[in-house]
């Protein structure tokens, strides 16, 4: 969408009809960088209002930091002296401010731009969710969860991608029998330069249709990817996908609050046992401490079947969270694991999988498509399955 910066309200409304009914209008260069970051844009109209000299440094920066965005300077009357500094300044037009022909033409032609590169602008499109599974505790299922998860969505007829933010010892991949050509690791360092073709190009398609974003193989891989990588990593994801599902490693590191910024859904998993739960205390003491997925926190407890002193109610009452799904301890669900074909796959009648698969039914954005019904001997994913084996 493009983003009009002008102060003058009255000038601005002017502007908005020929910019489209989802431009948005900011009043302060400063307010630029938060709304490019969070979401890309593809043109930055800077209006009649905004001093030339603010205008020509806004368009240099915003050229110099995001190259794909096109920069569209409007004055109100265009003198010959203009279009020299604008030049340089990486504007690629300059109109007045009553010729809404020429406005159009230089947007359409940022859209058609930016459409090259970055794959279709989704405006209109509401920007797909992000689900983090998270725990402070390792080994209690949050690959196990985000796989499945990230499965069932996309059963249902979701586009879904996987996110392994478990940088060092990741096993996204492996649990779905992939290797993966490119990871995470092959986008450390482009933390400006992030399109929809360079994403493509390091995703690993499973054959149910899910698109896998892996943990680099190597340690090395792990260092370079900063916060603010993973930050725009899942913006641009939530632009292209319906659901973007992160698992992670326990409790939380730099790249895991990164995550958190860009998360509308925190699934988080804990089992049965006093040191889990006062763990799981903890971390939810924190998230409410950064004001993070205040309202939408959902607790699963895993393997939540033994009589350990410990009962679902009892640890709602404990965390001041709903306990939204409880799964039992079943050898099927680690077997299927291993054999590289998750529960929700292989079994999609199995209890298991059908609990994790009328969970994510309920999640936010999911619209149960007609296909997307459990076929008995063909299987969840029978349909997809063939498409891709075409
Ligand atoms: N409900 C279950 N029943 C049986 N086995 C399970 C169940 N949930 C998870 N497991 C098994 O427990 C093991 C740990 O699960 P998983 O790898 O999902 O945990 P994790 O929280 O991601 O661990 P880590 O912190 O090491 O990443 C795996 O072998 C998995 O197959
Ligand atoms: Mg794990």
């Known amino acids: ?38 979401r890309p844009h593809f043109a930055v109209v800077i209006g009649p209002g905004v001093d030339l000299q603010v205008g020509l440094v806004t368009a240099e920066h915003v050229k110099l930091r995001y190259p794909a965005t096109a920069v569209v300077l409007v004055r109100e009357t265009i003198t010959s002296d203009v279009y020299a500094p604008a030049l340089d300044a990486g504007v690629g037009a300059v109109v007045a401010h009553d010729d809404s022909q020429a406005l159009a033409a230089a947007v359409g032609r940022a859209r058609l731009t930016w459409e090259s590169i970055q794959g279709p602008a989704t405006e209109g499109r509401q920007a797909g969710h992000v689900i983090t599974v998270f725990s402070p505790k390792g080994g209690v299922g949050k690959t196990t969860m985000s796989v499945n998860i990230a499965l069932a969505l996309t059963a249902l007829g979701s586009r879904v991608c996987i996110v392994d933010l478990d940088l060092a010892f990741g096993d996204v991949a492996i649990t779905l029998q ?43 891989g792990r260092e370079r990817i900063t916060a603010t990588l993973v930050r725009r990593l ?15 490693p326990p409790g939380f590191d730099d790249q895991v609050l990164g995550a958190f910024d860009e998360t509308d859904e925190v699934v988080v998993v804990a089992t049965l046992d006093v040191p889990t739960i006062k763990n799981v205390k903890v971390a939810i003491e924190t998230l409410d401490l950064l004001h993070l997925v205040r309202d939408h926190r959902h607790l699963v407890l895993n393997r939540a079947d033994q009589e350990v002193g410990l009962t679902a109610a009892n640890v709602a009452e404990l965390l001041g969270v709903p306990v939204d799904l409880t799964l039992p301890s ?28 009328d969970f994510a039914r309920g999640l936010p954005g999911v619209e149960v498509s007609p296909e997307a019904v459990v076929s008995g001997r063909r299987g969840l994913f029978g349909r997809r399955r063939k498409e891709v084996a075409r």
Do not use: K
């Open 234 to 248: 899942l913006a641009q994801l939530r632009d292209h996908f319906d659901h973007v599902v992160v698992d992670t």
């Open 178 to 220: 992939l290797i993966p050509s490119h990871t995470l690791a092959d986008a450390a360092g482009f933390e400006d330069q992030l399109d929809w073709s360079m994403l493509q190009s390091i995703t690993t398609e499973h054959r149910s249709g899910l698109s896998v974003l892996a943990a680099p193989t190597n340690p090395e």
């Open 330 to 357: 079943d050898l099927a669900v680690a077997l299927a694991t291993n054999n590289g074909d998750p529960i929700v796959s292989a079994a999609p009648d199995h209890v298991v999988a059908r609990s994790i698969l």
């Open 1 to 38: 969408m493009p983003l009009l910066l002008e102060a003058d309200a009255a000038l601005a409304r002017t502007l908005v009809p020929t910019l489209g009914p989802h431009a948005e209008v900011i009043a302060r260069p400063e307010e630029l960088d938060t709304l490019l970051q969070r």
